[in-house]
């Protein structure tokens, strides 16, 4: 591989990480707006040096904010491209706009009419992706001020009374569709609020000075499993058990989450109902791989960084105990070493400094199949010494390699543009969810030089093909 094709991938790969792990907010070490300014930055560095690969990466599973950056991007760009990438790249966005949640797309076609992005195409896409939608009304009222601004910035007619709900909606005394009855009628009637989304109802709840424990019980046949997980404490605070969900239906990495906004004295409690409900997500997320993996162990980063911050509180310690279940779930042997903690890691709390040499050590001896470092790569007790370990091990003890080594990061580290690496030699990838962590492995042999440019191309264009069958298949299907 020559010298431009180890640049490219490595600047493709850097670009991979942080669509993954980075979403423009405050991280333990850096603000939002140095991460905001960082990955804004790449995003221009990459799409202008590499198009057709910048283009590729809407087929992976990059998190929605850097989708959402890309799909803007490439329409902003359009004029710049060829009329090969553009056939390519507006199927990419039109599959990829189907899969981002309708906030996610909705502040799409704001920025997109903010940065006077009106050509033929993009109106196409905004109006294929309108057209698409399964319910407009329900969207005339969740999302009424996004759907006004597509629909003007693109020339959309809509449908029925759709119009008139967003555009004159004060003129009919009824409407004949139930929403937006129960939406007109919301504004002057209390009963009606609780026909309506969450998010709707919330506002309207608070202009009639409706009592919170009142509102939740009455709203709570119309949360969806999201926004269940999410008020569980508002819920408890108020004593409001119609709110309550099956903790076993819901997404490995978010009800890590939910597990430690909790009290560790709760989780005691509960330890039974909550280990049961991760075990159960992280079979779901493994699926065919459960169980195939060999020795696995994982070392676990539970220092004091891995709070996380204000915007996204114990986030990076969510990973981790996501991971350390999900790897339960994967491998057929495996051991799980915390920097600090010991015990149940039902328990495990974010304390002390990030001492990743002696737990590698520790993980190492036992000669895994698979060793799986999860931390930030703040290496500070005492510094350095992880990648020494690494180092001794790879070129003395285990230089066939039979130990392979990766590491997740789920915090990207806005000075040097990617995740905060352990060592040469060992991959390191950015991680946002862990249901992705089999699919982040693959990804690993390219960040470590022993797959070339040529190869990671072919692997992006399979991806491509799989995102874009899968696509059509999906859109086919009734």
Known sequence: MSQSERVACEDVLMFVNAAIASTAQREFHSRADAQRMSLEFLHEYVLGNYRDLYAATAALDINHHNAAMVVTNLLRTASTASPEQRAV???????????LPPQRVYAVFRELRRSGVNNRRTRAIMRDWVSGRPDLAFDAVKYRRSLSVAARHAHLSLPGEVGTALFDWRRPRRYETPILESWRRAHYEQRALYELPYTVAEGLAAQHGIDRARFLTGIAPKLTDGERLRLQSA???????????????????????????????????RREELTGAL???????????????????????????????????RRP????????????????????????????????????????????????EQRPDR???????????????AAEVL???????????????????????????????????????????????????????????????????????????????????????P
């Not at 108020?238 to 709760?266: F, K």
């Not at 676990?300 to 911050?309: P, Q, R, V």
């Not at 991959?427 to 690993?444: F, K, M, T, W, Y």
Request: hydrophobic share 45%; proline share 4%.
């Open 391 to 477: 180092r001794v091990w790879r070129s003395r003890l285990d230089p066939d390699q039979r130990t392979s080594v990766v590491h997740l990061n789920p915090v990207y580290d806005a000075d040097t543009f990617d995740v905060r690496r352990l060592a040469p030699g060992v991959a390191s990838v950015g991680v946002r969810d862990a249901e992705d962590v089999a699919a982040l492995v693959e990804l690993a042999r390219f960040a470590t030089g022993a797959a070339g440019f040529d190869e990671l191309r072919r692997h992006l264009a399979d991806r491509v093909d799989r995102f874009l069958t899968d696509d059509s298949a999906t859109e086919g299907s």
């Open 317 to 364: 310690l969510a990973v981790a105990l996501a991971t350390h279940y999900l790897l339960e779930a994967l491998a057929a042997e495996y051991t799980g070493l915390w920097l600090n903690h010991r015990g149940d890691p039902l328990l495990v709390h974010p304390i002390g400094a990030t001492g990743l040499g002696d737990r590698i050590l520790d993980g190492l």
């Open 279 to 313: 075990r159960a997500a992280a079979r779901r997320a493994a699926r065919r791989q459960a169980g195939s993996w060999g020795r696995v162990v994982a070392v676990l980063d539970d220092s004091y960084s891995a709070s996380g911050s204000g915007v996204k509180r």
């Open 235 to 269: 819920a408890t605070r108020h004593r409001v058990g119609a709110v309550a969900m099956d903790l076993a239906t819901a997404p490995l990495t978010r009800l890590a989450v939910y597990v430690l906004s909790l009290s560790r004295p709760e989780r005691k409690q």
């Open 371 to 385: 060793l799986v470092v999860v931390s930030d790569g703040w290496d500070n007790a005492p510094p350095g010494q």
């Open 89 to 99: 790249e507006g199927r990419l966005i039109a599959a990829r706009l189907r899969l």
